[in-house]
């Protein structure tokens, strides 16, 4: 996922991040992976701030599955405001840089593709999905 513009418009730049320096930048985690709190943590060890809003102080905005609307109307709102100093990165292209793991993304055991991931009710819990063939992860 290089370079990829998504459904809102939000174009994500994961070729980037080999000469990003998180270092005292702000960041907001958005959305569900698998490496979302690995990816907290390190960014973390690295010196970045992790905050839950976006605002005219974050530089980094890294996006998984799933990003609420208000999340997405604060992105762009600040990509059009700083489109050079606002990034945007994925959550697995973060993760293959900083936590070192070649193959991010979740395969269905049931279909063999990888997936997107969604939740349903099973019980009294919320589980993972596959969006394409319902399988449990």
């Not at 985690?29 to 701030?49: F, H």
């Not at 005219?56 to 599955?65: L, N, S």
């Not at 059009?80 to 959550?91: G, V």
Request: contains cysteine.
């Amino acid at each position: 996922k290089y370079d990829t513009v998504s459904s809102e418009g939000l174009q994500k730049k994961d070729y980037l991040l080999s000469s990003f320096n998180f270092t005292g930048k702000t960041c907001v985690i958005s959305g569900e992976s698998t490496y979302r709190d690995s990816l907290k943590s390190r960014l973390k060890e690295l010196g970045a701030k992790v905050t839950s809003s976006i605002s005219g102080k974050t530089d980094a905005f890294i996006v998984g599955e799933d990003v609420g609307p208000a999340k997405l109307k604060d992105a762009q709102s600040q990509k059009s405001k700083r489109p050079d100093t606002f990034l945007i990165f994925t959550q697995e292209g973060v993760a293959k840089e900083l936590l070192n793991i070649s193959n991010v993304g979740i395969v269905c055991n049931k279909c063999g593709r990888p997936v997107k991931v969604g939740y349903k009710v099973d019980g009294d819990k919320k589980v993972r999905v596959c969006r394409k063939c319902g399988e449990t992860l």
